[in-house]
């Protein structure tokens, strides 16, 4: 699962799986021994983070919701997703 951003101690990565558990377009956030996904539509899939930190995730998401689709989209096509602007 590649890096495609970092913020105030969050890690975002995106993973592809064109079946199964993986289909459904999301993201993982880990902040030190948490983590959450959280699909393009700000929806938590599974796990959570501490409150704060997962509001950001969630917010980080919706702003970024077109080029997490279009990183998405490359992985698809087996291509290497580009690095989004963190959370400022």
Do not use: C
């Amino acid at each position: 699962m590649p890096v495609i951003s970092m913020f105030y101690g969050i890690k975002i990565y995106i993973y592809v799986e064109k079946s199964g558990k993986h289909k459904t377009p999301h993201i993982h956030a880990f902040y030190g021994e948490d983590t959450v996904s959280v699909d393009f539509d700000g929806n938590v899939l599974d796990g959570s983070l501490p409150r704060k930190k997962q509001a950001m995730v969630i917010a980080w998401v919706m702003m970024h919701e077109e080029e997490l689709k279009a990183n998405y989209d490359l992985m698809l096509d087996g291509q290497t997703p580009f690095r989004i602007d963190p959370l400022k």
